[in-house]
């Protein structure tokens, strides 16, 4: 096992202090097509915003597309600089995906089931948990490595 564990670990640790542009450019790709794809905002879009409750739906229906969309890049602009610019960007980038994140859960995707119901839904659900999470872990860890 000891053997093989070396093996694994002469193969991935040239990639190591790379591997988390995986996650940063998986979520801020995401985060940016999500927002992109909102836009120009629909009144159906506002209407559905409108009809959960969300007070002045259209001045919110640009601040989450645009925040998608910033969201998105900073978390990977962040990446690329150094110091405490590249934690506080990151972070505050990470926070932003929180945000928007929980609201999506809870306004856009409340009628999804987490862990029952059908198929399709619960999968979906978890792609909405692992980019919460995500955000979650930007957050936290900033550029730290």
């Not at 996650?23 to 159906?44: A, T």
């Amino acid at each position: 096992m000891e053997r093989f564990n070396r093996l694994l670990e002469a193969v991935a640790s040239p990639f190591k202090n790379y591997s988390h542009w995986l996650l940063r450019l998986g979520v801020g790709i995401s985060f940016f097509l999500h927002g992109f794809g909102k836009l120009p905002i629909s009144e159906g879009f506002i209407g559905f915003l409108s009809s959960k409750g969300v007070p002045a739906a259209s001045t919110m229906a640009h601040l989450v597309a645009w925040g998608e969309m910033l969201a998105g890049i900073f978390i990977i602009l962040g990446g690329f600089l150094t110091g405490a610019l590249g934690n506080v960007v990151t972070r505050v980038s990470g926070g932003a995906v929180v945000v928007i994140m929980v609201c999506a859960i809870l306004i856009a995707h409340s009628h999804w089931a987490l862990f029952f119901g059908e198929r399709g839904e619960v999968l979906f659900t978890s792609e909405q948990i692992f980019l919460l999470l995500l955000g979650i872990y930007f957050s936290i860890r900033g550029n730290d490595d």
